[in-house]
């Protein structure tokens, strides 16, 4: 059973960078499929962020390519989020998840409990 | 920027079906995914490509997809299924969700 756990500060000051990590379990990052992040704005919907592949490909969401970063750390079965300049509008739970990507297909078949993150000074 | 339209709420009977509709442009050409988000939990994947159902997820979920609307619908819905639904699906540049709906199990 493939598991997924978020990790990081729930409190963000503003302007600052929000860095989260996801430890998976159950299933090899460097086996395949594709990881991603997704977050949700307290009584909210839901939004895709970017997501990552264990060779390094990356796409993000392009409202906020301009301030996500990922990466991926094989040997230790994890991977990471980074949102930088970050404001009142990205408090969130941020979930990260499985992706399979099939040719425009693509869905999450696997999601973490999810991290609240505030930002607030 | 692509948008998925979905009614806010549906209410539903136990033992009747519910009918979520999600409408894009054109979603009869792609391929929608459906998550379950029951209250404090995290989402649940119901429905991929479309129409294809996970292991796990009971028979009586199911989608169809045409012209501009994907439907989930829920037979025999029992009061477990009552949760937030949500279409996903991929624009060509970012995968984007619907609005999502409400289902309440009366």
């Known amino acids: 059973q493939v598991q997924l756990q978020e990790s990081g500060p729930g409190l963000v000051k503003p302007s600052e960078t929000l860095s989260l990590s996801c430890a998976v379990a159950g299933y090899s990052i460097s086996s395949g499929y594709y990881w991603g992040w997704l977050r949700q704005p307290p009584g909210k919907g839901l939004e895709w962020i970017g997501s990552?592949?264990?060779?390094?490909?990356?796409y993000y969401n392009p409202s906020l390519k301009s301030r996500v970063s990922t990466s991926v750390d094989t040997s230790k079965n994890h991977f990471s989020l980074r949102l930088t300049s970050v404001t009142a509008a990205d408090t969130a739970v941020y979930y990260c998840?499985?992706?399979?990507?099939?040719?425009?297909?693509?869905?999450?078949?696997?999601w973490g409990q999810g991290s609240l993150v505030t930002v607030s000074s | 920027s692509y948008e998925l339209t979905q009614p806010p709420s549906v209410s539903v009977s136990p033992g009747q079906t519910a009918s979520i509709a999600c409408s894009g442009d054109k979603l009869g050409n792609k391929f929608p995914s459906w998550y379950q988000q029951r209250a404090g939990q995290s989402p649940v994947l119901v429905i991929y490509q479309a129409t294809k159902r996970p292991s796990g997820i009971p028979e009586r979920f199911s989608a169809s997809n045409s012209g501009n609307t994907a439907t989930l619908t829920i037979s025999g819905t029992q009061a477990m299924d009552e949760a937030e639904y949500y279409c996903q699906a991929w624009d060509g540049s970012a995968y984007v969700f619907g609005t999502g709906t409400k289902v309440t199990v009366l």
């Open positions: 990552l592949y264990h060779t390094g490909i990356t």
């Open positions: 998840a499985r992706q399979r990507d099939v040719a425009g297909a693509g869905y999450f078949d696997y």
